[in-house]
């Protein structure tokens, strides 16, 4: 079930295909390799902003070069090339077609998280066989599936389960930096991606939502208990939003997978609706609260912090939300990309040390 | 994104395919055909009843004879077999693969409601370009997909949905006799079929729970939009439960594909925790109150009725039953097939009319 790449990515120098879409929040999936795999992101393909660094568009990422064109970004000497855009629905359009056509005759190995597979396209697989490139589709999942069993992770770890207010609002990112200040901690955990930007971080997952419907929390139970093994802890990227119209059937069978032990809430202090929706954001002791109605038939689950995205606020503004959120919810707070993710992680080693097992 | 059959199904004579499980919840697909389609149920196969009819095993189906292998179905002339079991996770046995192999060289059609395609199966695909068979693969859905718009049905019907306590309780029969009542009183009313017993009596739909995860929402809001065209109502089958630790996801993606203007919940009397897991299921009026609590931040979504199986109880004890669940629900209940949906029906007409769009 799980999905591991062809070929080693880590350490190899790579082009985030973003182009028209970066730095927007469709282009996720670059940016989170910006922020984690920095030294190896070596070079961006977006015309709009052509001539710039990243550093200029992002305020991080160095002085990575963006390029209108992979003839340009040749120049740079990528090995990889990832898809680095995480469009609504998941397609692919013909210009990033031609850019993924032209990075395989350029030698590159190709990462792609779209729902459309680029190994099922005739001339991709003909461009492939030429240049001995090869491509991970990270979305790609077994047509097999089982039935989840209720009973989330059962290798002895305990689970905690990211969940957001709306999806894009950071779920991967909050699940990351908790996993690298409970590294830094000397806790012994692990992360189990569940979707494409996590997946090619952690070079291995499941794509949940691509998964056929009836075998969602199935999915989600045998990645918990493969990332599970011989660890105490394992952090779930969640996938979604329980408020969500088009993504909330992922998102629940998601939990119902991971039996989480307790949760993390993620939040856009800039966001008040659902994007591309017209659904409003209960107030967050609102949210948590319908999380663990929604889990109350099966297990009761605490909310162990609550993750701002702040970066639309200044310095001062922000830890004012902070404390204003800590007093609504009662639980510990913070801005994990920002002022680290130290109270949090607090939380969760408190939920998981009241409530034994 | 309709599936629809190569084939007619209606007026034609029908060989159920049981074996083992007849008449058990597994066989429900063989069941719903008898009931709603009886003079066309020519003959039943299932080893452990053969040389019993239908009546003396199920109470209802008359002498439809039971036999015991396909050579012996053959003397009822059948022109389509059903695979008439829906297993766990939808696999296909040895044994259901060699009768149908029999089947399908003795001429008949062939309907599956399996997650195994028939027709990806080559030693199948050889045995019916011999014969002239066809198969409809009920589950076989598109792999493309759209996301749910959360719009529901936007044809001007308004739609109304069946949710449960668990899966296997009765939500198909409940919206087919439904749509039944509403057909006798003159109601400008369709129905859509979102699971394998429900499409093969409607001869189309969409099995959802085959659907890649991202896309339930969007296929049933295409089905729901399908089903509505030049109707007042539109019934639309649920899936799953929402308390169900292997297909809860399933049930929210088309609540919230569906966006229903009212819900009818469907409860078996007999079940006390969801079947093959220990999840005790709550107090309807709790069950009922969670459903309203999720569609909340979409849309307030009144309970119409609720729609009990009461076949466990003696005609006495199952009126009893009615009314207490009546009095704690503030609704109103009864059971469809041994009563008739007219009370139901009743609450569903009050719901559409008190609450104008």
Redesign the interface.
């Given at each position: 079930m799980l999905n591991t790449p062809p070929f080693r990515i880590k350490g190899r120098k790579t082009l985030l295909l973003a182009d028209g879409e970066f730095p927007t929040a469709k282009a996720k999936t670059a940016v989170c390799f910006i922020r984690y795999r920095e030294k190896d992101a070596a070079v961006v393909l977006d015309r709009g902003n052509a001539g710039k660094t990243v550093f200029d568009t992002l305020g991080i990422g160095r002085n990575i070069p963006i390029v209108a064109t992979v003839e340009e970004a040749k120049a740079f000497h990528p090995e990889i090339a990832i898809v680095g855009v995480a469009p609504?629905?998941?397609h692919l359009d013909d210009i990033f077609r031609e850019q993924i056509l032209e990075c395989i005759d350029a030698g590159m190995d190709i990462i792609s998280g779209l729902?459309v597979f680029l190994e099922d396209d005739k001339e991709i697989r003909e461009a492939l066989s030429k240049s001995g490139s090869q491509i991970w589709d990270v979305r790609r999942v077994s047509e097999e599936?089982?039935?989840?069993?209720?009973n989330g992770c059962t290798t002895g770890a305990r689970s905690v389960l990211t969940v957001g207010t709306d999806c894009g609002v950071g779920k991967m990112t909050v699940t990351y930096e908790l996993y690298m200040e409970a590294v830094r901690r000397g806790l012994n955990v692990s992360w189990a991606a569940t979707g494409q930007t996590g997946m090619i971080l952690r070079e291995r997952g499941i794509a949940?939502?691509?998964?056929?419907?009836?075998f969602?929390?199935?999915a989600t139970e045998a990645l918990v208990n493969l990332e599970g093994v011989g660890k105490d802890v394992v952090l779930v990227e969640g996938q979604g939003a329980?408020?969500?119209?088009?993504?909330?059937?992922?998102?629940?069978?998601?939990m119902?997978g991971a039996?989480p032990d307790c949760m993390v809430l993620v939040h856009d202090v800039e966001r008040d609706k659902v994007r591309e929706?017209?659904?409003?954001?209960?107030p967050l002791s609102e949210v948590i609260r319908?999380h663990q109605?929604?889990m109350a038939?099966?297990k009761d689950v605490p909310f162990a912090g609550v993750a701002l995205n702040t970066s639309c606020l200044g310095e001062e503004e922000a830890r004012d939300m902070i404390r204003t959120v800590e007093k609504e919810t009662g639980l510990p707070a913070g801005d994990m990309v920002r002022f680290g993710a130290g109270e949090v992680v607090d939380g969760i080693v408190e939920c998981l040390t009241k409530k034994g097992r």
């Open positions: 609504r629905g998941g729902h599936g089982t039935i989840a069993s209720g949940i939502d691509r998964v056929i419907s009836d969602i929390g199935g329980l408020i969500h119209p088009g993504y909330a059937g992922v998102t629940l069978g998601l119902f039996m929706y017209n659904v409003e954001i209960p319908l109605l929604v038939p099966l």
